[in-house]
Structures are given as structure tokens and as C-alpha cells.
């Protein structure tokens, strides 16, 4: 499989994303346990762009596994990578809500929507539907099919698993990270209650709650690491 690993040391000028830098300790060595031995199926024709301790507007998850589908990003535009962050806003509503008018997007962008709408059309990201802006085809536009989150601690697991929670709001799959972890420790039970999976060192893989993956894109930072992982490679950072 080919899998890429991005962070701090990554020249990002090009695809977009800051990184915080590593701190060197345990909980930075069970983070390197896990990027070596990544217990991760990556499909045919898929790669799998690794992000780790992303800024974003939540934080810094430790680790985001992107796995994207190659062949739907072949026929994409290169205006694609002048994309912001605000733009991606703008694309998760209109492809959530639907035909958005010029009014309703202004009213929720406030009047500077003009160019946001303007580098979406260039990108061919949308289309205009009589007098509104409508998505194009999600499957053309969204290679993404699985974003893994994974908070890491040592100890203190509840604060992983709340941090783990709070990454469901971009992240198909949201997990745990922790050294050890018995069959009946109540972390297996509160993460299961709260569909969040488990990874342990010592164990491997402990998955308290079977669950289909919620669907992609949830957010616009959903599309930011859609964008991220494609222009990584489109950059020659893969």
C-alpha cells in the first residue's frame, strides 16, 4: 500500500496545512509504535496520506488517516489548489444544503462570497443551477472514503476518549490510543457506549463497538484533508 507521513518537518506551503511540533516523550514513542506498525487496510487503488497533529480548528488530533481513491482526483483541476479554507466552508454547504442562492450565501458568508464562489467555479467544484450555485457530483469531487482519527495517551484515558469524540465532527472512524488495555477496563465500555474504538500497544487492536463508518465529507474540515492528501501528492509529497 502506498502510505504517506506528513508533519512539522513537511514544507506546506504548497497543499496547505500547519503541524505542531512533535514533543519527545512516551506518549510522542507510542504515536511512533503506532505510524510503524499502522493497522490500517489501505483498498486497491488507494493511498492512505497520513497527518500527524494537524492544526485545526478544534485542535491537534495526534494522528489523521486519509485514504483516498486515486483515480477519482485524475481529472481534477489545478485551480483547485488556490482553494481556501473559507471556500471549503462554502462547498460543505452547498453541497449539504443543496442550490444555494447568491442572498442565502451571502447572508451566512457575510458579502465577501463573491470570490469564494468565483474560485469554486474555476476549480469546477460548482455549477450554476437558474438563479443559484449548486455541487457538482460528490463523487467526482470527493476522493476521500475514510478519515481515521487517533488520540494517543498514556494514563489519563478519559481525556483521550473526550478528544477522540470531539474528532467524530471530521473523522469517519474516531479511536483511542493507549499503552494497555484489559477486556472489562471501563474505557472498553465507555468508548463502546460512544462508538469510539480502541487501539493498545501491548494488546493490539481492542474494538469495543462494531458500527459502520459515518459517511464522508461530515464538516469542511472533512474536505480540508481531502484537498490536503491530494495536493500532497499533486506536490510530489508522497
Known amino acids: 500500500m502506498t502510505v504517506a507521513i506528513l508533519d512539522h518537518n513537511c514544507a506546506t506551503d504548497y497543499f496547505g496545512p500547519s503541524f505542531r511540533r512533535r514533543q519527545v516523550g512516551p506518549e510522542d514513542e507510542l504515536v511512533d509504535w503506532f505510524l510503524d506498525n499502522l493497522p490500517i487496510r489501505v483498498p486497491r487503488g488507494s493511498h492512505a496520506t497520513v497527518f500527524r497533529e494537524p492544526r485545526l480548528q478544534s485542535g491537534f488530533p495526534d494522528v489523521v488517516i486519509t485514504i483516498w481513491n486515486v483515480k477519482t482526483t485524475e481529472s481534477w483541476s489545478p485551480e483547485r489548489t488556490h482553494l481556501t479554507d ?68 498514556m494514563t489519563d484515558w478519559r481525556v483521550a476518549l ?70 500532497a501528492h499533486a506536490g510530489g509529497h508522497l
Not at 474555476?122 to 455541487?135: F, G, I, T
Open 162 to 231: 473526550e478528544q477522540a469524540q470531539l474528532n467524530t465532527w471530521f473523522a469517519s472512524d474516531s479511536y483511542v490510543l493507549l499503552p494497555h488495555v484489559r477486556r472489562r477496563d471501563r474505557v472498553v465500555a465507555e468508548a463502546s457506549a460512544a462508538g469510539i474504538g480502541i487501539w493498545s500497544r501491548e494488546d493490539g487492536e481492542v474494538r469495543p463497538a462494531t458500527r459502520e463508518p459515518d459517511p464522508m465529507p461530515r464538516s469542511y474540515a472533512s474536505w480540508l484533508f481531502n484537498e490536503w492528501a491530494w495536493r
Open 86 to 153: 473559507r471556500d471549503m466552508r462554502v462547498m460543505h454547504h452547498i453541497g449539504q444544503r443543496g442550490a444555494c442562492s447568491p442572498n442565502e450565501l451571502q447572508s451566512l458568508f457575510s458579502d465577501r462570497i463573491a470570490p469564494c464562489i468565483e474560485r469554486l467555479l474555476a476549480a469546477e467544484m460548482v455549477r450554476p443551477r437558474k438563479d443559484a450555485w449548486a455541487a457538482r457530483s460528490l463523487a467526482k469531487a470527493f476522493a476521500v472514503r475514510r478519515i481515521i482519527a487517533v488520540e494517543a495517551k
